[in-house]
């Protein structure tokens, strides 16, 4: 057995644990500012979420305005939504022209603030060599993992004696795979719709498990983006208001979505929820009327799994040759971040937007907002300009 080898680095400004666009934008602010950062990241590439974890057919659900990172515009030539191959060019020219080059396989197991030294002591397995750590020790802490950072993965009596492959949707590509084959997609928001489209789209037969209710909006109204209708009105009338408005305008342009089997939540306009819950609404691409074809048949929660498919809450039986899981990601800090508690159990900010990007001793986050790469961006520059205050006030010191 090889033996375990530890070294320590200080690093010379802020520790950023994470790679992704958050990562990525608040080390790109605080070099503007002149202040240099060591970016961690557990994957062996920037922004892993949508290079190693997302299917191909995927493009930005918002118009790209909504998604630029500060000081860099999408180019002109990109479409109204990027798809993601263009995400990812756009992030890779975003770092590059920063001067932005995280350090890759480095996976943070933990982070704490050593009172005594009034410092960060980050830890960080060598994913390529697990034997190896290291410590970074730094004055500023920039939490950047994501709210997607780890699996949901629900457990089903009877899993073990489904005789097919059951997945969770970051594995999924293509539906390729699956031309022919009866899939059972658990999950009804924007993954678990589009991938039920994509399967159609390779003649696969898929089954979309609905438990529980979701808002579904139209992405588009008459050419123009529901997002941006949504942005347009809250400058001139409360969220709730703003959500009454949306639901009515979904009810119009696609029609009555409980006799599809799909019901919208009781409590909860689709920007509240989105806001206080992270339930993001569903736009929709699609997926409806492949649902309103027959392609898609919607079906109730799953009791147990059976060999050759799954019993529904209802009592009623399909048969499947595949399970994709639609279910989620939650977000990985209470995991690794030791000691503090201004990240929640579930690993958000314990305040609420727009104050959570500080806490205490040195300590940021970026990307917690639930409000998508518009929050990452709102977020990296608040917390770019704190650290370069207190950078300035150090640096002249001496
Ligand atoms: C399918 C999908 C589509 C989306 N589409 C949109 C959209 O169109 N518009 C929009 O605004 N938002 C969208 N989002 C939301 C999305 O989360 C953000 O766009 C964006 O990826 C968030 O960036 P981030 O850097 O905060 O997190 P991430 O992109 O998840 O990056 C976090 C990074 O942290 C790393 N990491 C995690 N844990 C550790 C650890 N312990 N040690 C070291 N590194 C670690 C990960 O490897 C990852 O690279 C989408 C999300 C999904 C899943």
Known sequence: MAAAASRTVWVNGPIVVGAGPAGLSVAACLRER????V???????????????????LRLH?????????GMPFPAHYPEYPTKRQFVEYLQAYADRAGVEPRFNQAVTSARYDEAAGLWRVRAEDVLASTSTTEYIGRWLVVATGENAERVVPEFEGARDFAGPVSHVAEYKCGEAYRGKRVLVVGCGNSG???CLDLCDHGALPSMVVRGSVHVLPREMLGVATFSVAVFLLRFLPLRLVDAVLVLLARL????LERLGIRRPACGG????????GRTPVLDIGALARIRSGHVRVVPGIRRLFRGGAELQDGRRVAADAVILATGYHSNVPQWLKGSDFFTEEGYPRVA?????????GLYSVGFTRRGL?????????????????WEKQTSKR
């Open 253 to 256: 342009f696609l029609g009555d």
């Open 270 to 277: 689709p920007l509240q929820l989105k806001n206080a819950r």
């Open 39 to 57: 970016v961690l990241d557990r994957a062996d590439c920037i922004a892993s979420l949508w290079q190693r974890r997302t299917y191909d057919r």
């Open 34 to 37: 002149g202040v240099p950062s």
């Open 193 to 195: 719709m589009e991938v």
């Open 353 to 361: 937007f727009p104050h959570g990007w500080k806490g205490e001793s």
């Open 374 to 390: 518009s929050g990452v961006s709102s977020d990296a520059v608040k917390v770019a300009q704190d650290i370069a205050v207190e």
């Open 62 to 70: 918002l118009p790209r305005r909504f998604c630029e990172l500060p």
